[in-house]
């Protein structure tokens, strides 16, 4: 399976994003919506529009609450056309989800471990296993659950791939090409890497957003990826 890139607006304002897009054209249409540009900056108005217009959009809000208030809050994203929406990867959770996306073609993808996170914060937070093992539990009970895929790191993508299986989408964020500074994110790898490792979707922010010639930069990670896949 080839894999395809989703570029992350993470920026204050719409005209912002919708200057970015715009550079993009015919390179990328695929984007990432998160809570930046979500809560300031008109977001999921944005979101609806770039929908309308044949874009495809992931809403990155990793929702997590009571089961009926995921439940409503996933419909109301299903409504919009969306193809992708995040949910911490909690059983009751992302069954309250799947219920919420019923009769659309939203992808509910469970968050396993940010890649901001390592051992220490994961010791920090309380759990009693390492990060490997967390990401590995939250995949299988994300499989067994039945949502259609996972956000981990691309340092576990392989792992993750062996325990969902094919099918499943593995979205890995702290995806940073040859030279690119690595910044807040602690478990990162190349374009060509993670796709080999297992991924079928690459969200990639500053790498891109960040570029002098965010198009031009686009397309070399696209080049690096073109002829890599997962068995």
């Known amino acids: 399976m080839n894999g395809t890139l989703i570029v992350a607006l993470d920026m204050d304002t719409r005209a912002e994003a919708e200057a970015l897009i715009a550079s993009l054209d015919g390179a990328v249409d695929f984007f990432k919506i998160g809570y930046q540009l979500f809560y300031g900056g008109d977001g999921f108005a944005l979101g609806r529009e770039l929908i309308r217009k044949g874009k495809r959009v992931f809403f990155d809000l990793k929702l997590l609450d009571i089961d009926n208030t995921v439940e409503k809050g996933v419909a109301a994203i299903a409504k919009t056309g969306a ?137 070399a990670i696209l080049g690096e990826m073109k002829g890599h896949a997962f068995a």
């Open 83 to 219: 193809t992708m929406l995040t949910v911490h990867a909690y059983p009751k959770c992302m069954r309250a989800a799947l219920k919420g996306a019923a009769g659309s073609d939203l992808t509910v993808l469970g968050v396993t471990v940010l890649t901001s996170m390592d051992d220490a914060d994961v010791g920090e937070a309380g759990y009693d296993r390492d990060l490997p093992g967390l990401v590995a539990l939250r995949a299988k009970q994300a499989r067994a659950v039945g949502v259609g895929g996972i956000v981990c790191s691309p340092r576990e993508a392989a792992m993750a791939r062996a325990i969902v299986g094919p099918q499943l989408a593995v979205v890995t964020p702290g995806i940073r090409p040859a030279g690119a500074a690595v910044g807040d994110q602690k478990r990162v790898m190349g374009p060509a890497e993670a796709i080999a490792a297992g991924a079928s979707h690459l969200v990639v922010g500053r790498p891109i957003t960040a570029a002098p010639d965010p198009a031009a930069a686009a397309r």
